[in-house]
Nanobody
């Protein structure tokens, strides 16, 4: 299994970015995927997750600003991030679970496959 993130960068507060995660060797329909982030000096935090039924889960701080989606044809997971804030600055990771959930979570313990991350920096 290989997960490769892209789309990170530096933006000003209020700006937008779309992260992508290309997956190879991973059958999304049998599991579920998510986005996590880790800021310097802080632990890894679940941001959003989505199962193959289209059910999603978001942490409160990104609700209404971030949208997770998946393109089955491209086997690619996305995270559209709007109205970015300086506190969104972090390394963002794509992750794949080892089982399917009816209600996806952002619990890191569910995820066994991880990408190397893409940096998002939001300046004020």
């Amino acid at each position: 299994v290989q997960l490769v993130e892209s789309g990170g960068g530096s933006v000003q507060a209020g700006g937008s970015l779309r992260l992508s995660c290309g997956a190879s060797g991973y059958t999304y329909s049998a599991y579920y995927m998510g986005w996590f982030r880790q800021a310097p000096g802080k632990g890894r935090e679940g941001v959003a997750s989505m199962n193959s039924d289209g059910r999603t889960s978001y942490i409160d701080s990104v609700k209404g600003r971030f949208t997770i989606s998946h393109d089955n044809a491209k086997n690619t997971l996305y995270l559209q991030m709007n109205s970015l804030k300086p506190e969104d600055t972090a390394m963002y990771y794509c992750a794949g679970s080892a089982f399917w959930r009816f209600a996806p979570t952002t619990n890191p313990g569910d995820f066994v496959y991880w990408g190397k991350g893409t940096q998002v920096t939001v300046s004020s």
